[in-house]
């Protein structure tokens, strides 16, 4: 008797593909991931992830994202436990972000590099950004004694 694969939700399959994703950047670099690669590598058909991600810079985006969000996620969750004090949240900062970077792991600052001069890339990066920005002059304006505008380009 043959059984049918299990039939993922849409969300559920983005988050296979991009799990099998990560894992082809990790065994051959970012140049041995295609859309065709990675259709082979998760055992679906061309078309699931021509529909998933448009092109190998959306699929590249697509995992820079969720790198990013990951991070962002636990920066976040890392500060919600942070004593409301600003040498602890000045601490904290410098912590995150070394954290962040050391996590992040080869395989994002592959996908960064293969991304580079992309447009869509670009803007996506200016998006993140200006997410960071905000998310540290949240954390520093009960101590910065500038108003709004100058803390935010100073973040």
Sequence with gaps: MTTS???LSKQARREQLLDTALAVVREQGADGLTLVTLAEAAGVSRPITYDHFGTRSGLLIALYRRIDERQAAT?????ERTPKRLA????????SYMSCFRTAGPECHAIFAALKG???MERVQRELTAGYVEFYR???AP?????????????
């Design 5 to 7: 694969p299990t039939r």
């Design 75 to 79: 920066a976040a969750r890392d500060f």
């Design 88 to 95: 602890d949240v000045a601490r904290l900062m410098g912590e």
């Design 118 to 120: 992309d447009e869509d």
């Design 138 to 140: 949240g954390l520093l």
């Design 143 to 155: 101590y910065a004694k500038v108003d709004e505008a100058e803390l935010r380009r100073r973040c």
